[in-house]
């Protein structure tokens, strides 16, 4: 997850300058008749405005997986024989965190 996380803040950079870089190709340059029509074919414009929120939807999934994570672990160890200090407020968050999910 981890992975996943730190990379995707770059993956929305790079696209970023990407989409960036295609817009000054539009407004230098006239496009031929094949790039109109695979632009169409592609539905360009709407990858063009989709994908940067399709990446920021996949960056706040692997938030949420993040915190499921970690209401797993507190959560998970409460079910111990031993007698340890607990914070009450950190189980009773991931218990909750847990419960919102169903």
Same mark, same amino acid.
Do not use: W
């Given at each position: 997850?981890?992975? $996943?996380?730190?990379?995707?803040?770059?993956?929305? *950079?790079?696209?970023?300058?990407?989409? +960036?870089?295609?817009?000054?190709?539009?407004?230098?340059?006239?496009?031929?008749? #094949?790039? *109109?029509?695979?632009?169409?074919? $592609?539905?360009?414009?709407?990858?063009? *405005? #989709?994908?940067?929120?399709? $990446?920021?939807?996949?960056?706040? +999934?692997?938030?949420?997986?993040?915190?499921?994570?970690?209401?797993?672990?507190?959560?998970?160890?409460?079910?111990?024989?031993?007698?340890? #200090?607990?914070?009450?407020?950190?189980?009773? #968050?991931?218990? $909750?965190?847990?419960?919102?999910? *169903?």
């Amino acid at each position: 997850m981890n992975f $996943i996380q730190g990379n995707i803040k770059y993956a929305i *950079e790079h696209i970023q300058n990407l989409l +960036g870089h295609l817009v000054l190709y539009e407004e230098q340059y006239q496009p031929t008749p #094949d790039i *109109e029509e695979n632009a169409e074919k $592609i539905e360009l414009e709407f990858l063009m *405005e #989709d994908l940067p929120k399709l $990446i920021k939807s996949m960056e706040e +999934g692997v938030k949420r997986m993040r915190n499921i994570s970690t209401s797993l672990r507190t959560f998970s160890r409460t079910d111990t024989n031993e007698r340890n #200090d607990f914070n009450l407020h950190e189980g009773l #968050d991931s218990t $909750i965190a847990l419960r919102a999910r *169903e």
